[in-house]
């Protein structure tokens, strides 16, 4: 059977929509001096306006700030989420933030950013709140989904390449929930207790990329930290966010997480979401109560200043006073909203991407499915559509059907929901009989199904999101890491009735496979939550029309108890893992994963060679280079994701290896591609607590190369 490598059909799907087009971006600079001219010219009361939401339900959207007049800046619209255009109709519902970043592919995660940037400023929305760069700290955490999972460097990218890609098209992007708001459990009232050299090296390190990136917002979140609320940390919003990242948008709240007039505007926050001091219920801490602060002389006039600045900058960034399209969204009352399909082809891309996060954890052999298999069983639930639709739910506060994205305020309605069953018949028409059994508790059934099937696939899924909703006794975070509605009961019952069986997990996050020896279990699919194309994809994959090229994004640990960290219930969030969770924790305690961060199989094999490396600068300009060439070995066209790691001298403490890059590369069958990885002073520095600065370490580094954090195929060593 040919297979396409996912490069050819990436190409194929994205013919339609990679038309070019000039970025609506200009430099921060321009963007300041088109600003001082207009905020010049405007009242103390002008620039609150515009640094003040008008509350709760009061806009068509769900943030929207106050308008002025002579001078003129509009009201601001900003809307959920970071998969697409919250509580709105004809949008696309593509893959979530953690299949983004489990494609290692940074070409696909700039479309997803480009297309979304196109379908919000194509609805008139001038801030998108996304995209997520918080950590799955704990595998249980509840909005982990959201963003890009355990390690910063993959974190960073896939923040900052989304980031690109919204603000190109002429859209503000937003990037949070700074910081360290990592679990949803009492996240309004705990604080989270962390050291210098942990916050910097870890939970800073994507938001520093994503000013790097330009980003023109950052939401603070609602936990506090080390004692202080995040909305007005005086010492993280302006002296690390303003004055050590040089971050020159504006900071944002949290919606609700405003928590002081005097405080918060001396502490860094620039705008309080969504104006209401209790959402819903009126007031500010904002508008007239900030103008009384400025009277009173507890807040100054160059600070309201500063603040409307960075406001009317960003907009002057991405170029909104350039044919600005007039607000088509109507968040709380959808059916008042004109109709305006933003869709284009973005289904192509959505596509696209969720074929590149399907994760393929084990196989025999057995995918793709070869010719001779005549007669296909697809079990369980989680395989087929949901009753009532795939919007059934406000929010997607269930969890009915095929899963495909989590709950809460980082959602998006489907315009469609390709389920797997759908997706599978629909490829193979009548060259393959299907049957299917659509119960996760009627076991004989789903035995029967699969008794007499050439191969059976069993669908199981596990699900999370925001804690406002609960969803089966999971208050956001879930309560464990089984498998929900009978799932490991149903993957047993199918394995025991055929020899051929393949296991499908959609999921958040990990989850505990005490079936795994099954020795009837042939191959397990990873399709993570994969969006509105999921069905699509995975009939991609499984027929081998794409070669599967996904990496996990999180460690999949053999035993609950391997992980270092879960859900925290105390109000005093210790962060006493310090660097050491995910694969960090796994590596420097000897622990052997079930399947480890950035594993993934191909349909083929690859060759690696030996590392070279060149080494250019001196002190802070260094740069050292690893090139090596990458061999396809096997029968079929594929992607091979090169990992580098950083071992950092002995005398620094860091853990064993840290990612410091990556390349997904794409190579036809019996050819070779070179790969080349650079490491700038932001790969080669750590913390140093002393001097309160990045410095580069003396010693000898060890470069590890490989297809996995465990698959290692070359090291080598370098001395700085």
Partial sequence: ??????????????????????????????????????????????????????????????????????????????????????????????????????????????????????????????????????????????????????????????????????????????????????????????????????????????????????????????????????????????????????????????????????GSANGGLDMTMPGDRIIGLGGSYYGPSLISAVKAGKVTEDRIHDMALRIVAAYFKVGQDRNMPEVTVNAFNRKKAPYNNVQADHKNIARAGAVASHVLLRNSGILPLSSNVKKVAIIGADAGPAAGGPNSCSDHGCDKGTLAQGWGSGTADFPYLIDPLTGFKAAVGDNITVTDSLSDSNLKSAKKAAADADVAFVFANADSGEGYIAVEGNFGDRINLKLWHNGDKLINAVADANNNTVVVIHSPGPVLMPWINHPNIKAILWPGMPGQESGNAFADIVLGKANPSGRLPYTIAKEHDDYPVHTDYSLSVKYSEKLLF????????????????????????????????????????????????????????????????????????????????????????????KVSISFSKTELSIWDTVSDAWVIPHGTFILYVGASSRDIRQTTIFKL
Wanted: glycine letters at 12%; a neutral charge.
């Fill in 1 to 262: 059977m040919h297979i396409l490598s996912l490069s050819t059909a990436a190409v194929g799907l994205l013919l339609t929509v990679n038309t070019v087009t000039a970025s609506f971006e200009i430099s921060w600079n321009a963007a300041y001096e088109k600003a001082e001219v207009l905020v010049g010219n405007m009242t103390m009361e002008q620039k609150v306006n515009i640094t003040t939401g008008s509350g709760y339900y009061k806009g068509l959207c769900v943030g929207n700030t106050y308008p002025t007049y002579n001078p003129d800046f509009p009201s601001l619209c900003l809307q959920d989420g970071p998969l697409g255009v919250r509580l709105a109709d004809n949008i696309t519902a593509g893959i979530v933030g953690i299949n983004s970043a489990a494609t290692f592919d940074r070409d696909l995660m700039l479309q997803r950013g480009e297309y979304m940037g196109r379908e919000f400023r194509g609805k008139g929305i001038h801030v998108h709140l996304g995209p997520g760069m918080n950590f799955m700290r704990s595998p249980e955490g509840g909005r982990g989904w959201e963003s890009g999972g355990e390690d910063p460097f993959l974190t960073g990218v896939t923040g900052a390449q989304t980031i690109k890609g919204v603000q190109s098209e002429g859209v503000i992007a937003t990037a949070k929930h700074y910081i360290l708001n990592d679990q949803e459990l009492n996240r309004n009232t705990a604080s989270s207790v962390i050291d210098p050299k942990t916050f910097r090296e870890i939970y800073l390190w994507p938001f520093a990329r994503a000013v790097e990136a330009g980003v023109g917002s950052v939401m603070c979140s609602y936990n506090k930290v080390n004692g202080t609320y995040a909305c007005q940390d005086d010492s993280n919003l302006n002296k690390v966010l303003k004055d050590d990242l040089g971050f020159r948008g504006f900071v944002q709240s949290d919606w609700g997480a405003t928590s002081s007039t005097v």
């Fill in 582 to 673: 995910g694969y960090r924790h796994f590596d420097a305690n000897g622990i052997e994963p079930l399947f480890p961060f950035g594993h993934g199989l191909s349909y083929t094999k690859f060759k690696y060679s030996k590392v070279k490396l060149a080494t250019e600068g001196k002190g802070d300009d260094v740069n050292v280079t690893a090139s090596l060439t990458i061999s396809n070995t096997g029968s079929v066209d594929g992607a091979e994701v090169v990992q580098a790691y950083l071992g950092f001298p002995s005398s620094t403490n860091e853990p064993p290896k840290l990612l410091r890059g990556f390349e997904k590369v794409f190579v036809k069958k019996g050819k070779k591609e």
